[in-house]
């Protein structure tokens, strides 16, 4: 992957950056650049990591996912309690009756996601541990955390939510950590300068894998369960390939 893809992701965001900026209540903009900060780190390391450092005869790029993890902990430390309580890193959680709303739509997503997957996704791969043990942990543990847990928070404070439904409050971070998740898994420049662009994953796991996890997100008030979901869908996925 180039070092440029990660601005091209945010170049793809943009419009939504502006939209954003015109029809939401503007909150502290100087959170923006905390986004920022912690986005090109992320990234780049993780991007650098993979290109530079060994990778120990595994399939998986185990240390920077890890140097991930260890990005977003560092964040969520320095964090005061109310904000890791928004960012969803807490032993609370929302009321029984949300997260049973939260949980009972990521399940019907989560059932179609595997109907249509077993339809189309090719079959009669070979059992890999590493897979497994990867698909288990890792995506869960990174990206729940950095997407639908910083970013949101971040994302809330520069344009202040301004909807509600059941007693949750949604704004305009919700659609720009949806959306940046499926460009971010969309989109790519190859290190040899190859420009791939699907749309399609990038509007199936916007409107599927992302919004489901989410509402989960948004309805339990708690990572755990965005984090379990997240791994749930990618066991799913690695299970499907070797039927």
Known sequence: MSLLTPLIWLLIMLPIFIISFFKSKKGNLKFLLLFLVIYLADNYIQIL????????GLRFSWLGKFLSLAISLSVIY????????????TTSANSKKQIKFGVL??????????????????????????????????PGLTEE????????WIFDKVFLPNWNYKGITFGWSFVIVTLLFGVAHGVVLTS??????????????????SFSLGILRKFSGNLIYSIVGHNVINVMNAIIRIL
Not at 78 to 89: L, P, Q, Y
Not at 108 to 123: A, M, Q, Y
């Open 49 to 56: 990591t993979k290109q530079y450092l060994p990778d120990f």
């Open 105 to 138: 739509v990521f399940l019907g997503f989560l059932t179609f996601d595997f109907i249509f997957k077993f339809i189309l996704f090719p079959k009669g791969g070979e059992f890999d541990w590493e897979t497994f043990a990867f698909q288990a942990t890792m």
């Open 78 to 89: 320095f964090a005061n309690k109310k904000d890791r309580k928004e960012i969803g890193f």
């Open 192 to 209: 040899d300068h190859q420009f791939r662009f699907d749309i399609i994953t990038i509007i199936y796991l916007t409107l599927i894998s």
């Open 145 to 152: 955390i950095l997407f639908r847990g910083i970013y949101l």
